[in-house]
């Protein structure tokens, strides 16, 4: 069983990327090593796509909401950190965790400065999920990424919307809807059903373009809130 501490450290080990006074340094900040390993490939897996030399970027940048890639004044970024810190001072990992799946806020932070197409809240996610799962013995060739399967742990869920959970875990072929391959277009394109229609095609087709998970993860919860407001 892995310890509510653990988790706690996990989901809060990024927070210096969005300054908030107090983060733990990103050395000491996790708990253990098989933490730092799961940090590491969640790293592998989001830092694929669109490399930028210039460094000094706060927010992400959308490929669907490309009117948001400017600069933001201080006054909310300043409000924009003391939103994140108020989050995250819940103790309870899971609770932490569900308000992190469910959060608007952390989606609109980079994870990496050079990345700026990558999310800092799917690579909490992934992070996590790959954490559990490797706390139970599994490699990374055991594992599938599934759509409203059961889960042994919340941990393992990287995106969930009203209608879809998607959860990184340890399944036979038949039972997930693809392999977790470190490029997000190969497991998209290995599917072994369509599970976006309609208006989603084209969302389906653009994801096949996107190397980076957490820049996929991304895109999907902008579609979607594109949709919304269409």
Known sequence: MVANEDFLRILRHDLHKVRVPGAPVHRVAMPNEKAREADGLAAWFSRNFLYDSF???FYRKSLIFPMRNLKNPRVLINQHKSEVAELFKED???KLHDAVVTSK???LFS???NYP???LKYHILLTCAFYYNLNQNYKLS???LCENSPITSPFQIIYRNSSRAWAILPQQKEDGFTRVFSRFYTSWERRTKLIFGGD???LAGFLSSISSWTTALAVIEDFR???ALC
Do not use: C, F, H, Q
């Open 111 to 113: 994870e990496a400065r």
């Open 105 to 107: 806020l952390l989606n």
């Open 55 to 57: 460094k000094e970027k």
């Open 117 to 119: 197409y990558t999310s």
């Open 200 to 202: 989603y095609r084209v």
């Open 225 to 227: 809130e594109l949709i």
């Open 142 to 144: 055991d594992l599938y």
């Open 92 to 94: 309870d990992a899971l």
